[in-house]
């Protein structure tokens, strides 16, 4: 099986999985409370995106092997062996470095909430993908994160994690009302 038939095979296989994803996602038990957008609008949009990319790849893939016959039957490749190589490991190289970003994400979005977590994956992609100034990035990953907060939970309403800021907010808040309080009844013994 040559590398362009490896493509195909796994741009199916990401077809069937987005598919069965979709369905799975389809299947969350719709609440009596939740409004037009339930619980399965996330899942289910991923899947759509999921099944768009695998089919983008199978076609790319399928172009990319005319061009590359054309290209052959034309002239003779003169190409060292080692170049393709060499040019594989950087491409493998580039995806798992995205792999990691996005693990991290993942790790990172329970914990400090979803905006920051969506403003470092922005950062992060955008600083992995490299050509833009730190100055930028900073302002990309910001108003990239305050755009995906409005839509998802301003305007679909669809709850996203707040890591530990609630936690924190109502400790301070309750050191803060029970100080005065403390200060008042030590202050009338």
Do not use: C
Request: no cysteine.
């Amino acid at each position: 099986m040559t590398f362009v038939n490896k493509d195909i095979a796994a741009g199916i296989v990401l077809v069937i999985l987005a598919v069965a994803y979709w369905l799975g996602a389809d299947s969350i038990p719709k609440s009596l409370l939740e409004g037009g957008v339930g619980a399965e609008a996330l899942p289910k949009m991923l899947g759509i995106l999921l099944l768009i990319l695998s089919a983008v790849l199978v076609l790319q893939t399928i172009l990319a092997r005319r061009q590359k016959a054309e290209a052959a039957a034309v002239e003779e490749d003169d190409a060292d062996d080692d170049a393709p190589a060499v040019s594989n490991y950087h491409k493998h190289a580039r995806a798992l470095g995205l792999l990691l970003i996005g693990i991290g994400y993942i790790i990172l979005v329970e914990t400090v909430g979803y905006i920051i977590g969506v403003a470092y994956l922005l950062a992060a992609v955008t600083l992995f993908a490299g050509g833009a100034s730190r100055r930028t990035v900073i302002l990309f990953a910001v108003l990239g994160a305050v755009f995906f907060w409005v839509l998802f939970v301003e305007i679909l309403g669809i709850h996203q994690p707040q890591g530990f800021w609630p936690k924190l907010w109502h400790q301070v808040t309750q050191a803060q009302s029970i100080s005065p309080a403390y200060s008042a009844t030590s202050a009338t013994l």
